[in-house]
């Protein structure tokens, strides 16, 4: 099992930033693809940013950027830097780990962006 605890989320306005945190109970980074997903309302989740096994990064296309995903090895815990948010940016975001034999989700942290 991993729990997955996130952070960071909350309110802003266009242009500004956030940073979302993601801690993994136990380390996973070698064996887990791990990254963010997010889920808009009436829109189906989709992935944001992610950290694969092997240590590659991939990123949607609306965030490239704009977004950053980084880790920490020692402290198990992965980062997204959201520069320059914009209103679709809004969303629950979700934390995820996975490998082709399982696979475990955040309980989710709410970014808004308004003004």
């Known amino acids: 099992q991993v729990q997955l605890v996130e952070s960071g989320g909350g309110l802003v306005q266009p242009g500004e930033s956030l940073r979302l945190s993601c801690a993994a109970s136990?380390?996973?980074?070698?064996?887990?693809?791990m990254g963010w997903y997010r889920q808009a309302p009436g829109k189906q989740r989709e992935l944001v940013a992610r950290f694969t096994s092997g240590g590659t990064t991939n990123y949607a296309d609306s965030v490239k950027g704009r977004f950053t995903i980084s880790r920490n090895n020692a402290k198990n815990t992965v980062y997204l830097q959201m520069n320059s948010l914009k209103p679709e940016d809004t969303a629950v975001y979700y934390c995820?780990?996975?490998?082709?034999?399982?696979?475990?989700w955040g309980q989710g942290t709410q970014v808004t962006v308004s003004s």
């Open positions: 995820y780990a996975d490998r082709p034999s399982s696979g475990y």
């Open positions: 136990r380390s996973i980074f070698s064996i887990y693809n």
